[in-house]
C-alpha cells in the first residue's frame, strides 16, 4: 500500500480539537475505575503519599541529605513518572482496549490517544495533593518558576499522546511489546535521577542525567514545582524528542493505520 498521509494530520488535527469528547472519556474512565470504592483514585493517592513519606525518611539518611531538601525532590519526581510511565503503559492498549468500538464506529485514534493522556492528567491533579502537603511543611517559596509547570505539562502531554500512537499501533500487531515496555519502564525508573540526586553521580556516569530522555520528562515539570527553572538543555532535548516523535507518528501511521482494525 502507499502511505497516506493527509488522513493522518487530519485524524490529528480533529483528534485534539475534539477535547470535549476526549475530556469526558477521560473523566469516565477515571470514574469508572474507581466505581464503588469509597474513596475513589485517591487510594492512589494515599499509597503514594505513604510511600514518598517512608522512603524519603530513609533515603535521606542514607544519602545524608536534609530530609526537607530530599522529600520535595523525590515527592515530585514520583508524581510526575507515574504521569509519565502510567501514559506510555495505557498507550501500549489505547487501541486493542477500544477494539470493539474501532471495529464498530469510525473514531479518531488521536482522540483514543487524548483521552488516555486526560485520564492521566486527572489522577496526576489527585497525587499533586501530596505535594502541596509536603510543600508546606517543608516551607518552599512561591516563585514565578512554578508557572513553568504549564508549558512542562503541555509537552509532557504531546509526547505522551505520539508515544500512545506509536506504542498502540506497534502492540495492536505484537503484544508482546506491552510487557517489553513496563519491564524497560521499571528499569528506567533506577536509572533516571528520581529516587537520587544528578548532583551524586561522578565522572562518566554523569550521562545517565544528562543524555536521559526520560529524566528531561520528568526534569521540566519536577523543576518548575520545586520554584526552580528547568535547564535549557533540558527544553531542548524534550522539544526536539517532540519533534522526532511526532514525525515518526505521521510516517508510521501513514503507512498502517489501514491495518489497525485488522489487527485487533
Not at 471495529?103 to 493522556?117: D, E, F, I
Not at 499533586?128 to 518558576?145: C, K, M, N
Not at 513553568?148 to 500512545?164: H, T
Request: proline letters at 4%.
Amino acid at each position: 500500500m502507499r502511505p497516506q498521509y493527509a488522513p493522518v494530520f487530519a485524524d490529528i488535527r480533529n483528534g485534539i480539537l475534539s477535547w470535549q469528547l476526549w475530556g469526558r472519556l477521560g473523566w469516565r474512565d477515571t470514574r469508572l475505575r474507581y466505581q464503588r470504592t469509597a474513596i475513589g483514585p485517591f487510594w492512589a493517592t494515599l499509597s503514594l503519599g505513604i510511600f514518598v513519606v517512608i522512603m524519603g525518611v530513609l533515603w535521606s539518611h542514607l544519602w545524608k541529605m536534609d530530609v526537607k531538601v530530599f522529600l520535595p525532590f523525590l515527592t515530585s519526581g514520583m508524581i510526575v513518572w507515574l504521569l509519565f510511565s502510567t501514559m506510555t503503559i495505557e498507550g501500549c492498549a489505547v487501541f486493542t482496549g477500544s477494539d470493539l468500538l474501532l471495529k464498530q464506529l469510525r473514531v479518531s485514534y488521536t482522540m483514543l490517544a487524548c483521552s488516555a493522556v486526560c485520564r492521566n492528567l486527572i489522577v496526576f491533579g489527585h497525587n499533586l495533593i501530596i505535594y502541596v502537603l509536603v510543600f508546606i511543611y517543608v516551607g518552599l517559596p512561591l516563585t514565578w518558576s512554578m508557572l513553568l509547570i504549564f508549558p512542562g505539562l503541555l509537552l509532557l502531554c504531546l509526547n505522551g499522546i505520539w508515544i500512545s500512537l506509536v506504542l498502540g499501533l506497534i502492540c495492536a500487531r505484537y503484544r508482546d511489546i506491552q510487557q517489553l515496555t513496563q519491564s524497560l519502564l521499571q528499569i528506567a525508573m533506577f536509572l533516571t535521577p528520581i529516587f537520587w540526586a544528578p548532583s551524586q553521580l561522578q565522572g562518566r556516569l554523569h550521562v545517565l542525567a544528562d543524555y536521559n530522555l526520560f529524566y528531561h520528562y520528568v526534569q521540566i515539570v519536577r523543576a518548575p514545582l520545586m520554584g526552580q527553572a528547568p535547564a535549557l538543555w533540558s527544553w531542548g532535548v524534550v522539544c526536539g524528542a517532540t519533534v522526532v516523535g511526532w514525525t515518526i507518528t505521521v510516517l508510521l501511521h501513514g503507512h498502517f493505520r489501514r491495518r489497525i482494525t485488522y489487527w485487533l
